[in-house]
C-alpha cells in the first residue's frame, strides 16, 4: 500500500508542480505559521515586513532573519581562530 504523504496546505495543487516542490512548499509553510518568539523579549509577536524582516509587536524592535523564519544561525568559531 502507498504510503500517505503529508500534503498539508499544498494538497491544494493536486497533482501539479511535482511531489518534491510540493514538499518543500508545505515545509515552508508549516515554519511560517509556526508561533515565532522575538529574541529580545521572548514573546509571541513577531510579525514578517518583509523577506527576511521582522519585527516585534510587544516590544517594537526591528531586525533580521531568514526569509519564512525569524531564527537565524549563529556561527561556531574555533578556538584560536580570529
Known sequence: MAKKSGAGSTKRFGAR???????????IEAD????????????????????????CTKCNATFTGKAYVPETTKLKLEEGAE
Do not use: D, M, Q
Open 32 to 55: 511560517k505559521r509556526s508561533g515565532t518568539k522575538c529574541p529580545y523579549c521572548h514573546a509571541e509577536g513577531v510579525r514578517r515586513k518583509a523577506s527576511g524582516i521582522w519585527h
Open 17 to 27: 508542480y511535482g511531489r518534491t516542490i510540493r514538499n518543500k512548499l508545505g515545509k
